[in-house]
Each structure stands twice: as structure tokens, then as C-alpha cells.
């Protein structure tokens, strides 16, 4: 047995810089088969537990070393619908690599040492993808008098689509933009998600018979009430959270400050990095600054440094964090890639004020050293300003990346819907049915911000109790 996981294969930082192709080559057959062999197939297996949707890990990964792939495949997508989404973007190792057995104790991070299990995941959903394998469903008769509605394409919609259609239930999925996917698309860069991969789970859930309209806004188009008396039996809610948070600060309000959510929008979704060809612009700057410290801020910075670096700049891109590189709640994975690529660090500083120029564009960002001390309501350590710390940094563009809220028009436009105080739907936790019989959701949308898997694992809890309201129909 190989002692130490199987490194993937990545294209080197100073070629990558200079395009949005994806970083991460994946696994050889060789190499998975290698990586595979590192399992203990323990009699319990605890990685199961670490994986929101429940994948038998133990079980995909032995049917890897057997060279039965076609049945790894099967076996993923009894619980998750999307495995080369999943392999490429999952947090595992705050998750099912977290909790193997082979994670060394004493590591700095959580899972060094653990079997690859994305990466395996990765590598058999892909031999799905390249090999068109349909997996094989059971629709039942009875449920094809029914049909859903489904708002968003993001994660948890696709997904509660997949659960519900491989039933034989009619399921419409609206789109407030004009191509699927959600967050996956207009979030998530192609270096890390490419397209082919996203538009195969998509054309796959087509096959299965889901309808989607895009260019639709539940909401504003039709309501709630309206999508009920047009004969839907239930409604799933996986519309995210779109609404960009700010810090608060003077001088936000300055020409070349961006939302992360504008900013990766205008180039993932838009493809603002290939105008004028495509028609959506993007300022880019000489002194860039990403405020943040999470996935969203890793993926604004790895992408402004690729604008900088088309447009023959100098590759000068900064993420400031209050907190420390411990305490950052982005991936590790991400963290060493935007390292790789040169994107600078500035830890334990706070952003206190923009100062812009007299046509108003920014310049400057005035910031404060920090320093960490009790535990805040996350659980982390709580940043506290240092009296006298007050120092400028260079700043031609900002983007700010410090979370994102639930968009308000369907919530405004549904007053029954019963939200709490950060205007996320409240819902049942077993059934994730809301307070309006037979609207379920989640998600963004519930919870506040998560992880693609974690969207998934509340939308097919939800989708099972659509099945079951529906058998009883």
C-alpha cells in the first residue's frame, strides 16, 4: 500500500495564470487505481458519516480497485447526482476526508493524510461522463399525473429536479437568468468548474425529462399562489443567496469597487474576459485588493490576477483577512493555488476607509493591524483592532468579498413565506417543508451560504418528502 496520497497532476501556475482553463488534471487511470489501493476498506466506515449525502465511499472506492468503474459510477449516483461537480468542488477536507481514518493526527490541517475521495470521485464521474453512461431509473406510473416547480438551477434545484424526475414526476425548473446552473456557473470559475462538465449533468436531467425556462423570475413574473393554481402539486425554493453583503466603510461607494458577486458574474456567466468579443466589459486594475477570506474571495482574486495578466499588467493582487490563514474558511486547496499563482496575502488587517481620486475612482485603501482574541459566535477567534495601526495600501480596484445575503423579491412578494432574522426561509428540519404547506426549499436559501453538497443533501431531504406527500396523493 502507497503510503502517501497520490499527488493530481496540475498545470503549472505560470502557464495557468494566462488563461481560464481548468488547474486540476485529474487522476490516471494508473493513478486512481493507486490511490484507490491506500484504503483500508475499514468494517466501519466512518468517511460515510462526512459526506452529506451519504455516499457509500467504501463501497465506490473498492469497485475502483476491482477496475469496475462502471459500477463506482453507479454507486456514486445512488446518492449524488452530479460526482464530477462534486469531485471537482466539494470541501472534502472539511468533510469526508476529514473524517478518515488515515488523517494524520497531528496535521495543520484537517485532512492531510486521508484517502483523495473527491478526487476518486472525480475520476468515475468523469469515466461516466466520457462513456455516456445513463443511469438506470425506475419511473413509477403514478407519479407522472403530478408535476413540480422548481425555482433556481442552482445546486439544490438541480438536484431536487434529478430526485423527483427519476420518480417520473413533471418537473418545470424556472431560471431568473438566461443559462442554468446557478451559482455554479456565474459563481464558480471555469478553471475550477468547466462548462462541458456543468451543461453534461445539465443535458442529463433534460434526458430525464426536466423542463427548464429561463429568463424567469418567480417572484415578479408569476408568484407562489400563481405557480399552485397553474396545477403545480409542490414547489421546491433552491434560489440561493444573491445578494452581495458590504463592509460599510466610507468610500465604498467609488468607481472600481465591485461585489464579488458583479465581479464573477460579469466573467463566468458574461465572459467579460473574452470583450470585446463578448459584449459584457470588466475594469481590471494595477493594484488589486480582494477583501475577504472564503472560496468566493480565492476564486475574485485567481480570476482578477488572469485579467491583469491578459491585459499586460503586473500581477499584483492582494487578499486581505482580518483573521489569520488558519482561521480562513476557504479551501486549502484554493489558499496553495492562489499562493502558486503569486496572489499575495495580508492577514490580521481590517479595511477602515477608501479613498478615491477627484474624478471618483478609487486609490487607496486605508487599513488597520489586528490581533486575535476571544471567540466570536463562529466559533473563531474574535479580530480586535490595534490602537495606532493605521497604514494605506495602493488601490485601483477592490473587490469585496465578504458574504452573500437571500435575494428579497420572491421573499417580498410571498409575505406568508416566514423567514428569520437574515431573511433566510425557515423551514422544517426533517421535511424542509416552510410554513406554506407544500413549499419545501433549500440551500443558500435556508441556511445562509454553504457548500454545493451541503445544498444537495437538503434538497434531496426535501425532494424525499415531496415523493412521499405525493404517494400518499
Known amino acids: ?22 488547474v486540476m488534471k485529474g487522476y490516471s487511470e494508473e493513478e486512481a487505481l493507486l490511490e484507490a489501493s491506500r484504503c483500508l476498506q475499514c468494517k466501519d466506515p466512518v468517511c460515510i458519516s ?4 451519504g455516499i457509500d465511499i467504501k463501497k465506490f472506492i473498492y469497485h475502483i480497485t476491482q477496475n469496475d468503474y462502471r459500477a463506482a459510477y453507479f454507486t456514486i449516483r445512488e446518492k449524488n447526482n452530479f460526482p464530477s461537480i462534486c469531485g471537482r468542488v466539494c470541501p472534502a477536507e472539511y468533510q469526508c476526508c476529514k473524517t478518515c481514518i488515515l488523517t494524520k493526527k ?29 443511469v438506470p431509473v425506475e419511473k413509477e406510473e403514478k407519479f407522472s399525473k403530478f408535476k413540480v416547480a422548481v425555482v433556481g438551477s442552482g445546486p439544490a434545484g438541480l438536484c431536487c429536479a434529478g430526485e423527483l424526475a ?16 446557478g451559482v455554479l456557473r456565474y459563481g464558480i470559475p471555469p478553471f475550477r468548474l468547466p462548462w462541458d462538465v456543468l451543461d453534461f449533468e445539465i443535458n442529463y436531467l433534460k434526458k430525464l425529462g426536466v423542463n427548464f425556462i429561463t429568463n424567469f423570475l418567480v417572484g415578479k413574473a408569476k408568484t407562489v399562489g400563481d405557480l399552485f393554481s397553474q396545477g403545480y402539486a409542490n414547489i421546491f425554493l433552491g434560489l440561493g443567496a444573491g445578494v452581495p453583503s458590504f463592509l460599510g466603510i466610507k468610500g465604498e461607494n467609488l468607481c472600481n469597487i465591485y461585489s464579488a458577486n458583479e465581479f464573477l458574474t460579469r466573467v463566468n456567466l458574461m465572459l467579460a474576459y473574452k470583450f470585446p468579443e ?16 472564503g472560496n468566493t474571495a480565492m476564486d475574485a482574486a485567481r480570476v482578477a490576477l488572469r485579467l491583469q495578466k491578459l491585459k499586460g499588467y503586473p500581477l499584483n493582487t492582494t487578499i486581505i483577512y482580518r483573521r489569520t490563514e488558519v482561521q480562513m474558511p476557504a479551501r486549502r486547496l484554493e489558499i496553495e493555488h492562489a499562493k502558486e499563482e503569486g496572489i499575495k496575502f495580508e492577514f490580521l488587517v481590517q479595511p477602515k476607509e477608501f479613498i478615491g481620486d ?89 441556511g445562509g451560504e454553504g457548500t454545493v453538497i451541503e445544498a444537495m443533501g437538503m434538497a434531496k431531504k426535501a425532494a424525499q418528502s415531496i415523493i412521499g406527500k405525493l404517494s400518499k396523493k
Open 358 to 446: 477627484d474624478q471618483g475612482f478609487v486609490r487607496k485603501l486605508i487599513c488597520l493591524r489586528s490581533k486575535l482574541g476571544e471567540p466570536d459566535s463562529s466559533g473563531r477567534r474574535r479580530p480586535i483592532v490595534i490602537e495606532g495601526s493605521e497604514f494605506e495600501m495602493n488601490c485601483d480596484l477592490s473587490v469585496i468579498a465578504v458574504g452573500l445575503k437571500a435575494n428579497q423579491i420572491l421573499i417580498n412578494a410571498t409575505p406568508e413565506l416566514k423567514t428569520d432574522k437574515y431573511s433566510d426561509v425557515i423551514v422544517d428540519a426533517e421535511t424542509m417543508e416552510s410554513s406554506i404547506k407544500g413549499v419545501f426549499a433549500g440551500g443558500d436559501i435556508v
Open 278 to 293: 463578448f459584449h459584457t466589459p470588466v475594469n481590471i486594475g494595477k493594484n488589486v485588493l480582494i477583501v475577504g477570506g
Open 50 to 53: 462526512g459526506c452529506p449525502v
Open 106 to 134: 497531528d496535521a495543520p490541517f484537517a485532512s492531510e493524510g486521508a484517502i483523495n475521495i473527491h478526487f476518486l470521485e472525480r475520476f468515475v464521474g468523469d469515466y461516466g461522463k466520457n462513456n455516456n453512461l445513463d
Open 1 to 22: 500500500m502507497k503510503k502517501e496520497p497520490v499527488k493530481v497532476r496540475e498545470v503549472p501556475a505560470e502557464i495557468r495564470v494566462g488563461n481560464f482553463e481548468e
Open 166 to 181: 427519476r420518480k417520473g414526476i413533471k418537473v418545470d425548473i424556472f431560471e431568473s437568468l438566461h443559462k442554468t446552473g
